[in-house]
Each structure stands twice: as structure tokens, then as C-alpha cells.
């Protein structure tokens, strides 16, 4: 059974830190990407940061210079260091793992059930 258990969500101030942590278990296929996104009230899911296999990461916009992702591939954890947080960053925080495996080459997409981070002003 796939788990993703994500930890480190909660309350700080703004202009704290916060780091976000990953561990996946129970995934068969190969990990390709593992990444963080996040849904805030009323609005759609978005990526906040993803990294590859290969340690080549990519970040949203608004956190770019904030927000650090590390993964650690032999324990398949995957971690984000949140910095300089501002309010806008309230949010759920979601873990996601990309596996490709299969005589196919299948493409799966596991989840997690989220973390919430709040910035208060």
C-alpha cells in the first residue's frame, strides 16, 4: 500500500520558517519527480516546488529565493524549507511522487493528504 505521510505544517508569524517533510513508502516503480503543491482557500491547486531524479528542481514564481526542495533519494523523503514566509503562503501543502515503471511504462501519481501551513500578519 502507497503512503505518503507528509509533517512539519503549522502556525508561525510571518517572516518565519517552516520545513516540510515527505516520506513515501509502499511505491514499486521508479520515483522520476517528487514536488510539493499547495491549495489555498478558494483557489486551484498549484505546483510550489518540484525536484527530479536527477536533483534538477523547478519553483513557482512567488517562492523562488524562499522556499528550498531537497529529496533524499535512498530513503525516498523528499523536504521544503520554507523561509521569509508571508501570509500569501497559507495554504494546505501537498506532497506528490511521480513513479514510472511497468512492462508499459506506466505513469502514476501518488498523494498526499496534506499539511496546513498558516502565516499569520
Known amino acids: 500500500q502507497v503512503q505518503l505521510v507528509e509533517s512539519g505544517g503549522g502556525l508561525v508569524q510571518a517572516g518565519g520558517s517552516l520545513r516540510l517533510s515527505c516520506a513515501a513508502s509502499g511505491i514499486t516503480f521508479s520515483i522520476n519527480e517528487m514536488g510539493w503543491y499547495r491549495q489555498a482557500p478558494g483557489k486551484e491547486r498549484e505546483l510550489v516546488a518540484r525536484i527530479d531524479n536527477g536533483g534538477s528542481t523547478n519553483y513557482a514564481d512567488s517562492v523562488k529565493g524562499r522556499f528550498t526542495i531537497s529529496r533524499d533519494n535512498a530513503k525516498k523523503t523528499v523536504s521544503l524549507q520554507m523561509n521569509s514566509l508571508k501570509p500569501e503562503d497559507t495554504a494546505v501543502y501537498y506532497c506528490?511522487?511521480?513513479?514510472?515503471?511497468?512492462?508499459?511504462?506506466?505513469?502514476?501519481?501518488?498523494w498526499g493528504k496534506g499539511t496546513l501551513v498558516t502565516v499569520s500578519s
Open positions: 506528490n511522487v511521480n513513479a514510472v515503471g511497468g512492462s508499459y511504462f506506466v505513469s502514476m501519481d501518488y
